[in-house]
Every structure is written in structure tokens, then in C-alpha cells.
């Protein structure tokens, strides 16, 4: 059975930086690619990056420079890393995971992280 | 970045009925980068159908999809009360990833 786990901060002052790490219990960690997705009620669900098994990263252009996705496969996890928070990056964090190919949707998703950027 | 625009917002229905959710993409697309997902309150988004009609695992045969091109459709037949819930569609044809922005299927 396939979990993903995220753990974190889920409060953050106005310019601090988020940091998220989902670890994957279950499974392979290789022929993957582990994505980073937010839920807000405005913008409903963005999805922030991804990074295959190898460090192999692309990134949501609305949020690219302040975005990093890193990956430690000897762990079996990865980790969200977002710069200079502001009230807008307040949302449901999740982690999920999409098989390598074309045509995969996102099979597994983490449990959620809520965040919270208050001064 | 494509934009896929769900329709309607939300519907109210009794168990027992049937329904069908639309999904319009800004881009045509391959029914095989479309997927549609659950979401029911504190919960993650699950994975019901992707590609043509597959549908994931666990999921019932209840739960269908269709389309093409830039229309793409969720039917479900006959509502149990655990589908009522907020329904999401996805394209990973072309980056960044976009989802809509859901239709809420509420009881009656």
C-alpha cells in the first residue's frame, strides 16, 4: 500500500521561506515523478513543480523563482522548498505522485498540509 | 497555460439520480492526458478516471468518462451517498498541469 507522508511548518511570518518534505512508504521511489500541488478556495488547485527520482525538476512558471523541489532517493522522500512567503501563498499543500510516460495522472496524494503566513 | 472551465458550479441531486459533468479545455487535447478526480471535505483529491475511460483502482464502474478535443465529460449513474462531493478535471498534456475549478455535487 502505497502512503505518501508530509510533514512541515505550517506557520510562516510574511517573507520566511516554506519548507515541506513528503516521504513515500510503500513503493518505488524510481519510474516516478513526485509533484508539489496547492489548494486555495480562490484559485482552487495549482500545481507547483515536479521532480523525477533523479533530481530531474520542472516548475510552475507562475511560481519558478521561488520554487525548489529536491529529492533524497535514499530516503524515499522529497522536499518543497518556497521563498518569500506572502499571505497568497496560504493554502493546502499537497505532495502526490505520477508515474513516469505519458498519460499518468497523479494515483496517490499526501494527506495535506495546511499553511498559514501571518505576521 | 491551458485553462479547463467546469460546468455547472454546483448541483443538487438525490441519491439515485444520474449526472453528468462537463470539462472545456482552452486547448484541444488527446482524452489520454485527462483525468478526473474526488474530493470530498479534509480529504486529498482521489484519482477516479484517466485516459479514455480507465478508471483507477477501487473506483465503481458507476463512474464514467468521455470526450475529446476540448469537451470532456464525468458521468455518474445512479448517486450513492458517498459520491456526493467536489469533482475536479486535469490535463497533463501540456505544462504547467491545470485543473478545473470543480463542480460540487450536493444532496438535494
Known amino acids: 500500500q502505497v502512503q505518501l507522508q508530509q510533514r512541515g511548518a505550517g506557520r510562516l511570518k510574511p517573507s520566511e521561506t516554506l519548507s515541506l518534505t513528503c516521504a513515500v512508504y510503500?513503493?518505488?521511489?524510481?519510474?516516478?515523478?513526485w509533484s508539489w500541488i496547492r489548494q486555495t478556495p480562490g484559485k482552487g488547485l495549482e500545481w507547483i513543480g515536479e521532480?523525477?527520482?533523479?533530481?530531474?525538476?520542472r516548475y510552475n512558471p507562475s511560481l519558478e523563482s521561488r520554487v525548489t523541489i529536491s529529492v533524497d532517493a535514499s530516503r524515499s522522500q522529497f522536499s518543497l522548498r518556497l521563498s518569500f512567503v506572502t499571505a497568497a501563498d496560504m493554502a493546502v499543500y499537497y505532495c502526490?505522485?505520477?508515474?513516469?510516460?505519458?498519460?499518468?495522472?497523479?494515483?496517490?496524494w499526501g494527506q495535506g498540509t495546511m499553511v498559514t503566513v501571518s505576521s | 497555460e491551458v485553462v479547463l472551465t467546469q460546468s455547472p458550479g454546483t448541483l443538487s441531486l438525490s441519491p439515485g439520480d444520474s449526472v453528468t459533468l462537463s470539462c472545456r479545455s482552452s486547448q484541444s487535447f488527446s482524452v489520454n492526458y485527462f483525468a478526473w478526480y474526488q474530493q470530498k471535505p479534509g480529504q486529498a483529491p482521489r484519482l477516479l478516471i484517466y485516459?479514455?475511460?480507465s478508471r483507477a483502482t477501487g473506483v465503481p464502474d458507476r463512474f464514467s468518462g468521455s470526450g475529446s478535443g476540448t469537451d470532456f465529460t464525468l458521468t455518474i449513474s445512479r448517486l450513492e451517498p458517498e459520491d456526493f462531493a467536489v469533482y475536479y478535471c486535469?490535463?497533463?498534456?501540456?505544462?504547467?498541469?491545470?485543473f478545473g475549478q470543480g463542480t460540487k455535487v450536493e444532496i438535494k
Open positions: 521532480s523525477n527520482h533523479v533530481g530531474g525538476t
Open positions: 510503500g513503493g518505488s521511489f524510481s519510474g516516478y515523478y
Open positions: 486535469q490535463q497533463f498534456g501540456s505544462a504547467p498541469w491545470t
Open positions: 502526490a505522485r505520477q508515474l513516469v510516460g505519458a498519460n499518468n495522472p497523479f494515483d496517490y
Open positions: 485516459g479514455a475511460s
